[in-house]
Structures are given as C-alpha cells and as structure tokens.
C-alpha cells in the first residue's frame, strides 16, 4: 500500500497531442480518488502513466515514495481493471485471477489459498472452472476485479470498469467496489466519465478538463463549491442551471437581474464574497442548483421568487422534475455546453436545454420540486428560489466568486 | 458446427431453431440444389484421387490402356516399392522409396515447425513493438514475396554453393540447406497473414499481462500463441503440403538419389524412356499422401477450436 503522487506530469503523444498538461496531484495511501471528466481528457492516459504502459513525457510519478517513471509494470507492483476486463479467453476463471501469482513463482498452495480468497470475496467460487466466455458480464467482471485483489498490490488501477454493465448491475458493481476497496484497503485509482459514478464512490473527486486538473475535492465539497463553470455544470445530475445575470447595488444590498426579474443576494453571502461588490453594473454567470428550485405553491418556506414557464415535467415518483423557461440569457460558453455534455449525442439536447434554439434571450431551467407539485405543461408557474446557496461566476475566465476570494 | 454449441452454458444459451420439415418440390428448392452442388464438388476433387488409387492397385503397368476399375487387382506395386533388390533386366529403382518417404518429412516437418516459429515471432514484433525500420521492414517483406521464388533458382543454387564452402552444413546436397531456403521463401506471406491475427487479439490482453508481471516472451509463449492456434495450425498445414509437393528448387539442391525428396525420387519412376512405372509411382504418391491427410486431421481440431475461442469481449 502506497500513497501516489503526481508531480507537474505531461504527456504528448507523437508530437502534438497534448493529452495531460501540467497534471499535480497527491493520492493518500488506502484513499479511493475518482479521476472524472469528459470523454477525451486524458483520464484514461493519466492512469496508464502511472501503470508503466504510458511513457511520461514530463514531470514525475511516484509510488510510495518512489519514482517510477522508469521501471516498468512489473515493478511498480500495481493491479490494473481494463475497461473490457481484458480476461485470457483460454484460460479458467481460476487461472485467470492467479495469472500473476503464478508468473511471481509462487508456491502452489500460496496461489491456491489467494484463489480461494478472492474468490469468495467476489462471490466467484462456483465458477471457478469456466472460461471466461461462458460467464455474464457482471460475473467478468469480478473476475477483473479478482485478478487485481489476489496480488495484493500496491495500488489498483481502474479504467471505467463499469461501463460495459447494463445499468441496474453498474449501481449494483458501483456499491460492491466500494466495499472491496474499503475491504483490502488497497490504493486506489478509479476512472470514470460518469460523475455520479465518480460522486457516489471517491473519498476524493478529481475532475480533469482537455488534459487539465480543474479541482480535486471531496464530493460533497465539489458540489457545494466548484473552483469554476466547468466543475459546476459538469457535476451535478441535472446539472445546475446556469444563467446570466447583472450584479447591482441596491440599499446597501446587492440583487442579481435576470432578464427584467430580481433575486436579492442575502446579505450574508454577499459578505462572504466581498468581490462580488466588485461586479456591480457588470454581468455574470449565475448559477442555481436543480434541489434549489422550488414550485411556489408547495414551497414550504416563502424566498425570493422568479417567473417562467413550463416546457415539460418529468415526474420520478419521490420527485418532479420540472423544465421551466426563464427570460434571461443563457450562458453558453465552452465551459457550460462541455460540462453539461457526457457524449456527442447529447449535444443537441444540451444545447437546447441551454436555450440556444430560442432566441437567445431565454434559458431553460430545471426544477427539482416536491412529488407534490401540481406543476403541468405549458402553464406559468411561480418558483421559490433558495438564495443562500446561489453561486457566481466570471463569465470571462470562468472562475468562481468565491467565498475565499478576498 | 457442434463445437460452438458445445461450450455454451444453459444460462446463456439461445433456444434452439426448430429444424421444419420440407418436402417435393419445396424442398429441392430450398435444400435439394445445396447438396447436388456438394456431390457435384466431391466428384470433381474425388476424380484424380480414383485414377492414383485405381493405377496403384492395377497389375496393368501402362495407365493408357486401363480402365478405372482395375481387371486385375494387385498389391505388387507397394511391394515393388520396398523391395530391396532389383529384378534382373529391369532399371527400377529400388529401395529409395523408404528413405525418400523419410527425407521429405523430415523436411516438410522441419520446415513447417520453424515457419510457424519463426513467422510468429516476427508477426509478434510487427504487431506489438514499434521500432524504427518496422514499416519499412513489413513492406520489404512483402515486396519480396511479389517475385516467385523460382526467380531465385539460379541465385539459390550459386548461394547454397558458395557457402556450402564455408558451412558445409548448409551446403549442396544437405536437407538442411533446403530447409533454410524453403523457411526464407515463405517468410514474408505467413508473418502477414500471422501479423493480421495477432492484431485481432486485443492489446489490452498483452497490457494486462505485463500489469501481472509478464515479460514480452511469456506474454508471447503464455497468450498470444495459445491464442492464436487456428491461424498457426493453418499455417503449419500449408507449409508442410507446400514443401511435401516441391520438387524445382530441391532438384536444384539435393543431387544424389540417396539424399533426395518424394517428388524428385518418384520422378524417376515415370521419367524412364523405356518403361514408365506408372503403378509403383501410384502406390508411392497414395502413401506418401497419408502423412498429410493424418496432419490435417489432427489440426482440424485446433482450427475449429482457436475460432470459436476468439471471443474475447461480449
Ligand atoms: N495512443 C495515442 N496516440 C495518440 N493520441 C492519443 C493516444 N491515446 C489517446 N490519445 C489522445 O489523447 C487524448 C486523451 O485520451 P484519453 O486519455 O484516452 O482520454 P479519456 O480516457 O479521458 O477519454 C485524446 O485526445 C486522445 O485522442
Ligand atoms: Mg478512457
């Protein structure tokens, strides 16, 4: 067991593909720590640095106080999860997890007692015999799962090792990792696109954007206080709905002006963020969280209150998710489509969600109400907006207004 | 075939296709053609095997005037073959076919073994490692492999000559000097055909077996061959029969009767002015078919086996 550091880590592939870029971070020893990010960031290279099957271009990594930029998988003793498991077809499940037992001379019996312990820790002892192809893929991937735990390394490696699951099993595999991490207590580094994946496992989330570092936090952390647009609206499901306002003094307060509607700024959080007196007569981007809307009929507790509405609800049962439109601008800049994107696919629905198919004049907001809401389509609905936790940021350089920012 | 079926568990498999039953006109239509094709292929390969196993039995010496069905049966072309004393008057040759029958399967064998060694190992490199030189060298290999070898016959022979000075172990009349020409002439086809397998199987296999502890040579002896047995056996098999046939180039090498192949020495059976031995030729070439339908056979198993074993993701 190690703790993992990277320090100032690049890497380019030929000549120009920069695919991570000045990447510093410390994973502690035993801690789990989610790499998350967009398809295409360098998660998956990052990982592979540190497994010895990626050349370092700059910058070191170090194991356990060791830098191994130089040695090669064998000696860095870490264990590795692929993404389509990577099991040997002709082999039995059995010789399958003690692969690298048996490559590491040793004993018989050793291997035969690791094999057996892991296996029942994955619930694997009945299909020890078959082959890989003659298992599901959830059973796979325990296999996956047992390869690396048997060895005891100093660290595990895991490249999204779900995303070959059908959904029910992912949640169900999501919680089962957890537990064996917790169980052997081994290092571990996990990549993932999939932020609630990311949210729901990591002690700590690094979130990583083209190659970049944005934040490394922990979840609860993360989602109370993203560092910048980017972190905000790509973690958080619905993302957080994000809009333009302007910043004015009003007796002694401050309010935000959406399009030609007013949320006041408690007094509290605009002390907390003396900048954002700085921002008077100037615009920025706002940014509300789903849970933080409420519709007004229902609303417990009275609040600042805007207008819009509906387009369309979603109705989960134990909530309403409501999509309301608002007469202000959307903010549309790289960080917001990137972030609030998981693949391509879902370009055009972010983009429209993002109300760039208006006229650019109007957002679309996303409303976590009470199962209670009566809210129905293409009414006007009165919403109760939670102005403690609203969150602000520069619309040039994306950072966030901070509470620290003095 | 049954062997896909077989390895299937009953959790995963797919119910079964009730076979429907059809008959007349019907059919013929749906079912009938396919098998008139497949008798009308049989007979076509079938027919030149008859006419070997009919003048291999026939007591008749010359092939003109018999017919398919021998009148007279016979087993005295085998025997003519092993005799070990000439009959007076008679320019046979006898005694050879044993050693004949032996030097070309030491060859073939050899030379079958060392291609798919050797072709592995170099598809290996070409499909793992990138170094300098690889593209070059791969589209070397092919280049070569566009002129026939027999191109070469002139070349080869002053070669194995000269150097026959210096090794004579590799020199004329020496199998191994055969074998060494036959491995290089076949280099560049079976390293393509070997690399474009091995790019199938996925790299992920040779990552997660160095993340295991794995040097290149176990990945390449502990996964990638074992892997890669459908396109090994392929190979092995057309390199046996390829050599089992070849007769220019091991004219031009082995030049005494002693030391000569199936096909050189059999020759000699049919090239005499006066009594071409048609029968006693028949008889030797069915035999020396034999070790090649028993190779084929038992690769058979690991080529059908390798294919359906391939699946490595689902
Ligand atoms: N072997 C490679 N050669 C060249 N470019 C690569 C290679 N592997 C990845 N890249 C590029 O590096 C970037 C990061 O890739 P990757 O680490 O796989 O991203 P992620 O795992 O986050 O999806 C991408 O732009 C990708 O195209
Ligand atoms: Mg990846």
């Known amino acids: 067991m190690a703790e993992v550091i990277f320090d100032k880590v690049e890497k380019v592939y030929g000549n120009d593909v920069r695919a991570v870029h000045d990447l510093s971070l410390e994973i502690g020893d035993g801690e789990f720590v989610v790499l998350v990010g967009p398809s295409g960031c360098g998660k998956t290279t990052a990982l592979r640095m540190v497994a010895g099957l990626e050349e370092i271009s700059d910058g070191t990594v170090s194991i356990g106080g060791r830098v191994v930029n130089e040695l090669t998988p064998k000696e860095r003793d870490i264990a590795m999860v692929f993404q389509n498991y990577a099991l040997y077809p002709h082999l039995s499940v059995s010789d399958n997890i003690g692969f690298g037992l048996r490559l590491r001379k040793m004993p018989k019996e050793e291997v035969a007692s690791r094999i057996e312990w892991a296996a029942k820790l994955l619930g694997l002892t009945p299909y020890l015999d078959r082959r890989p192809k003659e298992l599901s893929g959830g059973q796979r991937q325990r296999v996956a799962m047992g390869r690396a735990i048997v060895r005891h390394p100093q660290v595990f490696l895991m490249d999204e090792p779900l995303s070959n699951l059908d959904a029910k099993l992912r949640v169900q595999m999501r919680a089962e990792i957890a537990r064996i991490q917790h169980e052997v207590g081994v290092t571990t580094i996990y990549v993932t696109h999939d932020q609630v994946e990311a949210m729901t496992m990591g002690d700590r989330v690094a979130v990583m954007r083209k190659g970049e570092l944005q934040q490394m936090d922990e979840p609860q952390k993360l989602y109370d206080s993203p560092k910048n647009l980017f972190v905000a609206s790509f973690i958080g499901s619905p993302a957080m709905n994000i809009v333009e306002a302007t910043v004015e003094r009003r007796g002694g307060g401050i309010v935000v002006r959406l399009g030609d509607q007013e949320l006041p700024v408690p007094e509290d959080v605009a002390r907390r963020r003396p900048a954002l007196s700085g921002y008077s007569g100037r615009t920025l981007a706002l940014g509300i969280r789903p849970e933080n809307l409420e519709d007004a009929s229902v609303a417990r507790n009275g609040g600042a209150r805007l207008h819009g509405r509906v387009l369309l609800t979603e109705a989960l049962g134990s909530e309403i998710l409501a999509h309301v439109q608002i007469d202000a601008a959307p903010v549309v800049t790289d960080d917001v489509v990137e972030g609030a994107v998981v693949d391509e696919t879902e370009q055009v629905v972010a983009a429209d969600l993002l109300g760039e198919s208006g006229d650019g004049r109007r957002t679309t907001f996303v409303g976590r109400f009470d199962a209670a809401s009566r809210v129905k389509p293409d009414t006007d609905i009165e919403l109760v907006v939670d102005t403690a936790k609203l969150q602000f940021f520069d619309l040039d350089t994306g950072h966030a207004i901070h509470e620290s920012a003095v | ?314």
């Open chain 2, 1 to 314: 075939m049954s062997v896909v079926e077989r390895t299937e568990d009953a959790a995963i498999s797919r119910p079964k296709a009730v076979a429907r039953r059809l008959r007349g006109p019907k059919w013929f239509l749906e079912m009938g053609w396919r098998h008139v094709v497949a008798i009308c292929a049989c007979l076509f390969a079938l027919f030149p095997i008859a006419y070997v196993v009919s003048a291999a039995f026939n007591a008749d010496q010359s092939l003109g005037g018999s017919s398919l069905i021998p009148r007279h049966v016979t087993l005295e072309n085998f025997r003519a073959i092993f005799r070990t004393s000439q009959p007076a008057g008679s320019e046979f040759l006898p005694a050879h076919y044993v050693r004949w029958f032996l030097n070309s399967m030491l060859i073939a064998g050899a030379t079958a073994v060392a291609t798919v060694i050797l072709g592995a190992l170099a598809a290996y490199a070409f499909s793992r490692f990138r170094f300098k030189g690889r593209r070059f060298g791969m589209l070397a290999l092919l280049l070569i492999q566009m002129f026939p070898q027999l191109l070469a016959v002139v070349a080869i022979y002053l070669i194995v000559l000269r150097v026959g000075d210096v090794f004579p172990v590799i020199g004329l009349n020496k199998p191994t000097a055969l074998i060494v020409v036959y491995l290089g002439g076949a280099m560049g086809v079976n390293t393509w055909l070997m690399k474009g397998f091995f790019d199938t199987i996925p790299s992920e296999l040779d990552e997660s077996a160095r993340v295991d502890g794995a040097t290149p040579a176990q990945i390449f002896w502990g996964i990638i061959l074992p892997l890669a047995t459908p396109v090994l056996a392929v190979i092995a098999l057309i390199s046996f029969i390829t050599t089992l046939n070849e007769y220019v180039i091991a004219s031009v090498i082995l030049q005494t009767t002693q030391k000569q192949t199936l096909p050189l020495g059999l020759y000699q059976y049919i090239d005499q002015q006066f009594g071409k031995h048609w029968g006693p030729f028949a008889a030797g070439v069915l035999l020396a078919a034999i070790p090649a339908a028993l190779l084929f056979t038992f690769l058979q198993r690991y080529i059908v086996q390798g294919l359906t074993a391939g699946a490595v993701k689902g």
